[in-house]
Nanobody
Framework: QVQLVESGGGLVQAGGSLRLSCAAS????????MGWFRQVPGKEREFVAG????????IHADSVRGRFTISRDNAKNMGYLQMNTLKPEDTAVYYC????????????????????WGQGTQVTVSS
């Protein structure tokens, strides 16, 4: 079983930055594909970014490309989402997710392809 714990959310003004962290335990971290999703009330969970098992490949949603950067440190069992130039529309609960049955370079975009989820961390961007 894999446990994921997010941290780093909070309230920030538009144009500001936040760095979300995801601490993983229970499995060799390099065996997991990682993703970040976000969700606002009344809407489906939205893919934000994903990173392959050893970090050689990343994908970012169009809405965040150029502003957000996903990364990981397998030695520390940590994943990160650096968020710059934040906008009010980035306000959401952000979730870290892990997939343990994909290929080395695969990065799923659908939430139902991920096997493990954190509890979420709130990000609020004020205008």
């Amino acid at each position: 079983q894999v446990q994921l714990v997010e941290s780093g959310g909070g309230l920030v003004q538009a144009g500001g930055s936040l760095r979300l962290s995801c601490a993983a335990s229970g499995r060799t971290f390099s065996s997991l594909t990682m993703g970040w999703f976000r969700q606002v009330p009344g809407k489906e969970r939205e893919f934000v970014a994903g990173i392959s098992r050893i970090g050689g490949r990343t994908i970012h949603a169009d809405s965040v490309r150029g502003r957000f950067t996903i990364s990981r440190d397998n030695a520390k069992n940590m994943g990160y989402l650096q968020m710059n130039t934040l906008k009010p529309e980035d306000t959401a609960v952000y979730y870290c997710a892990a997939d343990d049955d994909g290929g080395t370079w695969s990065i799923p975009r659908r939430s139902d392809e991920y096997d493990y989820w954190g509890q979420g961390t709130q990000v609020t961007v004020s205008s």
